[in-house]
């Protein structure tokens, strides 16, 4: 896009919103901004501004947005972990012998079953289910589930126009949003 040249000779400008699989591209960039969003206190959205590649990174937080996120991959979490004690309990009694209602289940079938629920629920670079493994085990990712939380909430916006505030940048990109639910709305009508 930087290299696109309108017939006019001016530079195109663009405003995108970063992929979340790039965050970790970001994490230590946003470290300092995400400290000053922690400890705002009045609740409404911060927003910043950081340069990358050359470009504005616009950040744009929202603490309500970010609450729920958390509050819904940790529920998330959660219940796929007590699936898993339930599932790691069956295995354990049909270990000793016990039988129960329904179909015996294997270690491989467990494992399965449950990478399947992780992915689904996109939960697959904070839950490592040990694929390799004989026995059914995973683990939760500190790392990833500390990264996925520092940017909930976050809208990332680079852009190369230098004359739009922060504030303008975020206002244009949610206006197209907006504009985009609108056609899509229309379209599903037709």
């Known amino acids: 896009l930087q290299k696109i040249v309108l017939p006019s000779g001016v530079p195109l400008e663009f405003i995108l919103a970063v992929p ?4 970790n591209e970001f994490a230590d960039l946003l470290a300092p901004f995400n400290q000053r969003a922690d400890t705002c206190e009045d609740g409404g959205e911060v927003i910043g501004e950081e340069t990358w590649n050359d470009l504005r990174l616009v950040i744009a937080h929202d603490p309500h947005r970010a609450a729920e996120q958390s509050a819904q991959r940790d529920a998330t979490i959660a219940a796929l972990e007590a699936q898993a004690t339930q599932w790691v309990g069956k295995l354990d009694s049909q270990d000793q012998g016990q039988r129960s209602r329904g179909r015996a289940l294997s270690d491989g079938g467990v494992r399965a079953r449950f990478y399947h629920e ?3 629920h996109r939960l697959r670079r904070i839950i490592r289910v040990d694929l390799k493994s004989e ?7 500190q790392k990833a589930l500390s990264l996925a939380r520092s940017m909930d909430g976050k809208l990332l916006l680079v852009t190369n126009t230098a004359q739009l505030s922060t504030a303008d940048v ?8 907006d504009i985009a639910r609108g056609f899509k709305m229309l379209m599903s009508d037709i």
Do not use: H, N, P
């Open 20 to 23: 979340g699989r790039r965050y």
């Open 135 to 141: 026995l059914f085990t995973y683990d939760i990712d």
């Open 170 to 177: 975020i206002a244009r990109y949610k206006s197209l949003a």
């Open 118 to 120: 992780v992915c689904e």
